[in-house]
Every structure is written in C-alpha cells, then in structure tokens.
C-alpha cells in the first residue's frame, strides 16, 4: 500500500522475525509510508533490543506525521498483561519485560502481541478474511504459528497464550513433538518446513515443493500426505471453533499454494462436522510477508484493545 | 437452590435430554420455584414438541411472578440464526425451526441452545469456573459435549456449532468415529461410556467405574487408559484456548470422579504448553444435572445476548 496524501497521525508497526525485523509507519487506513529493516539473526539479548530502537527510530524519522504509538508482534509466548515475552524459539528472548523496556527507550506507547496474533488479525480485517468476525490463521514455517480471531477480536485466553494449533495432537501416542514442547504427536510434527523436507527426502522444504512442481512423484506424494495431516487438523479447528475462514500462511504454505491446500481441504472437509465442513473456506494468507507488520499497526492504532 | 422471597420476574429454562426433559422456574437471582419433568425417550418430534410445550405451561401455572421469556437447551446441532435444531443425535429434531415454534405456540420470548453450551455458561458464572471469563466444558456421558465461553461469552462460532471437542482427532489415522460423525479417532471414540465399557469389558461404564471402585485391576486400567486420551484432548484445548478452567462433566465423569480426572489432569499438565500446563484448573463440574436447565434460564434472563 502507497500513501497519497498526507496523513495526521501515523503508528509503527514492528514485525519481529527470526532472522530480521521489519518497522513499518503506518497511517490510520493502513497505508505503509516508510520500512526500516535489520538483522536480528545471531544477536544477543541486547543487541535485539537496540536493533529494534534503532529501526523505529528510523521509521519515526520519516514518517510524514507524528506517531501515536508503536505495536510489536513478536514469535514468542506472550504475557499478555505484563508485556513480558516469556519465551522465544528462535529469539533471545526468556522473560524480557518487553513492553516496559521498548515503552521506556521510545518514549511512546508500546503494544506487544504474538506475531501470528498480529497476522490473524490483519487477515480477518484487511486480507483473506475481510469481513469475517470468526477467523482462525496457521503459518506454516520452521514450525506452525497460529492465532484465533473470534467475535472479532483476538482470543488471547488467560494470558496471552491461546492459539497454538501446531500443538494439538494429531497422535496422541506418537512421537515427541520436535519443538520445546512436551506433547506427542503434535500437528507441528507432521506439517511444517523440516518435516516436508525429511518425508520428501530433500535438504529443504524448498526443494521438495520444487521437486513436486516439477511433477516427481516422491515429492508430490510428501507434499500431499502433509496437506492431509494438515488437513485432519484443520477439521479439529473446525469442529471446536466453527470459524468462517480459516487462513494458511508462512512460507511454506504460500510456497505450496494449492499443491498443499488442495489436499488439506479436501481432507478437512471429509472429516469435519457439518455445517463448518461445507461452509468454511480454507484458503492461502493474502498478506504475504508484511501482515504481522500490518497486525501490529492495527494494535497500536487500537490501542492494543483488540 | 431455593427461594426464600417473592420474585418479581421469573424465566423458564428447560434441558431437554434424550430421555427426560426438566423445565425450571427461575428467578433472577437463579432461584428455582418449580421443576416440571417430562419423558423424551422414544416420543416422535410432534409428541416431543407437545411434552415441551406442556413442561412450560406446568411450570408457568406455578410460578410465582410472569413469565418473561423461555430459554431452551437441547443435545442437537444448532443453526444459532434461524434459531433451528438442525440435527440431533438421540431426539427426533431434524431441521426442526425449534425457536419459531415454540414462541408461537409459548406465545413468549425463546432462545435455544446446545444443552452443553447452557452447561458452560452456568459452570462459568455459578459454578466449578465462577469468577473466570475463559472456560471449557466437557461432558461425557454416551459421547461427548462441550461448550467454550471466551471473554465471558458463549464462543458459538459462525452459526452456533462451534464447541465440539469431542471430534477433535487425537490419532488421525484411528478408527472411524463411532458418531454420527465422519471424522477418525475422534476423542469421543476413547473416551465415553460405550468406550470405557467395551475397554473394561463390561455391559455399562458404571458397572466399570464400580469394578474399579471395588480395586479391580482390569477396571482400573480401563479408567485410567481413558483418563490418559483425555488429557491428551484436554492439552490440545489448553494448547489452543488457554483457558482458566477446564470443566469436565456428564454422567461418566461425576460417577468416576477423581478415578478419571486423576489421569486426565496428570496427562494434560505433562503433555501441555506453559503457563496454561500448570496454571489452568481441572476440574469435575459442580452443578450436576440443572447446570443445563441452570444455563437455558441465564440465555432467557440475558435475551439470549451471551
């Protein structure tokens, strides 16, 4: 999205990612004015931080109106009341009070969520999910992410914790689930980068989806299987949320597209309770990389109610 | 519960289950002033619909102040819109406009629920989750029901059928659900009192449950099997809705008790994510048999809103 005319108020929307972060001025109808981007694979605690500090207060610089206040979506275990990240797979970050530290080095309103639960809310407001009010997003990546818009609104839980569907069993006596996770036989398991790649019997997941573009049959077969234990738990979210839409995003699945979605829905559908099982659409996150940016504009310019 | 003054206004909240229906008059303060009971099992829908209508007029001519509206819980599928009994499992109620009906023939205010949604709401505001907005019931009797209220609301999903934990997979490659169900290894087929009377080879779940009372080891391997796949069903809504306090009722769950919950609670905190592994309660449901009823007076005193 390009501005075109001067806006009154803008807020920065910060995406937080594993190997970079991307700051965002937005305006109050979402259009983007500046990105500053930097590294954040391999730095400490620290470093983080200042990189963080350092993108907003680029972005701040040129932004074309006063900013309001700052949203950060970050892959990490939120507590939501404390602004505390608790905990981070890919990030130095085990109970850091984010929301305090960036608060007091920016000197504006912070607003800290989980960069899928900025992402769910972006697809349910201004992407595959516009106009729904019961929208449930995975990503499907290293591992899955995932958030649940109901009502309109963020289904936080009790603390900032809702909405991991990588972590529902889909085999309750299967294997460890690979991520720190105590469970069995997780969704996550079966359905993300690195387990496409081992059951398509490829260094990347990249090369597996390639491979099956190219028509190998192995690779097709990998991807397909994926799409149905995908599939089996996307039925689960159906039968337990009944949301209009669900929305599959990450690298992986935008990567995959229909050579996934395809099997996914039509296993989905197969098994899950009517009316969801007719009715919910199943489709591709239409946001690409910048909705977690996006999703983080919008909690600051809400004010971090929603 | 009952009353100790006049009322000034009264609802009528009416379970109706596969065998018995139970149409209470109750105050705002919950109060009950009268229980009019009717057979279900068996009756064709016309003579079902006749027993309803009865039950409330019984109850009506009883109360102690006027009606002001009539709330309803039934075991079925739920179009939340239209107000339609879309499909019941063990009641004649298919595509039966259920909230139409009874409102010309009542000549009242009527809102219709899933029985187990009435249930939650009640165990949400008085009893085994008061004081907590995020809860999850599940009931486990010949299946499985279950109500989700989120922020202190009913989460009814797009048109009402959300809440279905029983037909989330915990083995996607498992047998078809025994329901009338297309989904495989759903939770519902581990764990319910078919389940836990085919595992302990026994006619009824309750001679198990006694067996096992009584320290017959056979028994309480069978409990404690069954207590396992509900955690495991459990750490998956932990995992996807962090709620305060998981609620498992039913006729099974009551009578087992600590037998069941035990193993249950013992798995979901191992298999869960944190902070919901160790902060969430589980716990037996506290209302019995009139949470349903309970639960259809609230949605009347509330205007069916919540």
Same mark, same amino acid.
């Given at each position: 999205m390009v501005a075109t005319v001067a806006a009154a108020s803008c807020v920065i929307g910060v995406d937080l990612g594993g190997t970079k972060l991307l700051a965002g001025v937005a305006d109050e109808h979402l259009a983007v004015h500046?990105?500053?981007y930097r590294q954040a694979l391999g730095l400490e605690t620290g470093d983080l931080l200042d990189a963080c500090v350092a993108a907003v207060e680029e972005a701040r610089a040129a932004a074309p109106a006063d900013i309001q206040a700052v949203g950060?979506?970050?892959?990490?275990?939120?507590?939501?009341?404390?602004?505390?990240?608790v905990m981070a797979v890919n990030l130095p970050l085990i109970d850091v009070p984010f929301r305090d530290i960036m608060t007091e080095r920016l000197g504006l309103p912070v607003i800290v969520d989980n960069d899928a639960n900025c992402a769910a809310l972006c697809e349910a407001r201004v992407?595959? /999910?516009? %106009?729904?009010?019961? $929208?449930?997003? !995975?990503t499907i990546g290293t591992g899955i992410g995932g958030g649940i818009v109901a009502r309109g609104h963020l289904q936080r839980g009790a603390s900032g914790a809702a909405g991991e569907p990588g972590h529902m069993t889909i085999d309750a006596d299967g294997p460890p689930c690979p991520g720190d996770c105590p469970g069995r036989g997780c969704l996550e398991a079966y359905v993300s980068g690195p387990a496409l790649a081992r059951v398509g019997?490829?260094?990347t997941a990249t090369e597996v989806i390639n491979a099956a573009r190219s028509g190998d049959a192995a690779a097709?077969?990998?991807?397909?299987?994926?799409?149905?234990?995908? /599939?089996? %738990?996307?039925?689960? $979210?159906?039968? !337990?949320?009944?949301?209009?839409?669900?929305?599959?995003?990450?690298?992986?699945?935008?990567?995959?597209?229909?050579l996934l979605l395809e099997h996914a829905e039509k296993t989905a559908r197969a098994r899950a309770l009517e009316p969801a099982?007719?009715?919910?659409?199943?489709?591709?996150?239409?946001?690409g990389i910048e909705a977690g940016m996006l999703g983080a504009a919008m909690l600051a310019l809400d004010g971090g109610v929603v």
């Open positions: 500046h990105r500053a950060f979506g970050i892959p990490c275990l939120m507590d939501q009341e404390r602004g505390m990240a992407g595959a /999910g516009v %106009g729904c009010s019961e $929208l449930v997003l !995975l019997g490829r260094d097709v077969e990998a991807v397909a299987k994926m799409g149905e234990k995908l /599939g089996a %738990g996307i039925a689960n $979210l159906l039968n !337990l949320l009944e949301p209009e839409v669900v929305v599959v995003g990450g690298g992986v699945a935008v990567h995959a597209g229909d099982a007719s009715n919910a659409r199943i489709v591709v996150a239409e946001l």
